[in-house]
């Protein structure tokens, strides 16, 4: 009776063992060589996603300096997942308080704000989520910008 009570305990302890995941947070971080960003460049994140019938949070990110003008940045977003299923919003991120300071976590003269794009997002097969990332910003040239990030974070249902 204790072997029979030792190989259901293991058994069921290598279902759950299987069943929880410990996938972790993957990020696609973009760099910008001048520290601008081209009204005109679609910035494209090539996300892998190995494990179907999942759900994750994606989050944008933004790396800005005193350099960055504005009070926030227009963005338009279009995402694709691996079964075709298309998203499109537009977001507006606030990076500047109404006394013109960076907000976010700050560090030095830089400063990093992030905004969830998509909570909860549930892809049914695995493959490449794509997101394109356009700055809505109505000069040519935005200056400050020192990187952008795309999140994946699995959902935790």
């Not at 520290?35 to 190995?50: A, K, T, Y």
């Not at 695995?126 to 400050?144: D, F, W």
Request: proline share 4%; aromatic share 12%; net charge positive.
């Amino acid at each position: 009776m204790k072997i029979f009570r030792h190989i259901v305990t293991l058994v069921f302890l290598a279902v759950f063992l299987c069943t929880c995941s410990s996938e972790k947070p993957y990020k696609i971080y973009y760099p910008f060589k001048n520290q601008s960003w081209n009204r005109f460049n679609i910035l494209r994140f090539e996300v892998p996603i190995h494990q179907d019938k999942k759900a994750y949070d994606i989050y944008f990110s933004l790396h800005v300096n005193q350099q960055f003008e504005f009070d926030d940045l227009n963005f338009n977003v279009v995402m694709s997942t691996p079964s075709g299923e298309e998203r499109i919003k537009k977001y507006k991120l606030k990076l500047r308080s109404q006394s013109g300071t960076l907000l976010g976590q700050c560090q030095g003269d830089s400063c990093s704000n992030q905004i969830l794009l998509k909570k909860d997002l549930f892809i049914s097969s695995a493959g490449t989520l794509l997101v394109e990332i356009e700055n809505l910003t109505p000069r040519v040239e935005t200056r400050g910008v020192i990187g952008v990030a795309v999140l994946l974070i699995p959902s935790k249902q």
